[in-house]
């Protein structure tokens, strides 16, 4: 059974910045894609960033070179560093992994961490 935890959220003035983290919690884990997605109040979710198994990123246009997502294979663990935040950032901020599994099981199974809230004041 596949756990991810999430941490780092809080409360920050704008401008400041806050460290995100995602463990994934189980044994025998291959990861491929892992992401960060937020939900604003009464609005969407929506793709934050997102990084290959190989390392390679991906950004919303949003971010504009203020996030910067990355990886640690060693301990199952993904960050999202956040910077120069805005109000318009505060939301709960969602981790996702998607595993390699046997290909009877789907080949591939993705996993949702339960959210971390991010207020940012004016």
């Known amino acids: 059974q596949v756990q991810l935890v999430e941490s780092g959220g809080g409360l920050v003035q704008a401008g400041g910045s806050l460290t995100l983290s995602c463990a994934a919690l189980?044994?025998?884990?291959?990861?491929?894609?892992q992401a960060w997605y937020r939900q604003a109040p009464g609005k969407q979710r929506e793709l934050v960033a997102h990084i290959s198994r190989h390392g390679n990123t991906n950004y919303a246009d949003f971010v504009k070179g203020r996030f910067a997502i990355s990886r640690d294979d060693t301990k199952n663990t993904m960050f999202l560093q956040v910077n120069s935040l805005q109000p318009e950032d505060t939301a709960v901020y969602y981790c996702?992994?998607?595993?390699?599994?046997?290909?009877?099981?789907?080949?591939?199974?993705?996993?949702w961490g339960q959210g971390t809230q991010v207020t940012v004041s004016s």
């Open positions: 189980g044994s025998g884990l291959t990861i491929a894609t």
């Open positions: 996702s992994m998607d595993f390699l599994v046997a290909s009877d099981q789907g080949g591939i199974q993705r996993h």
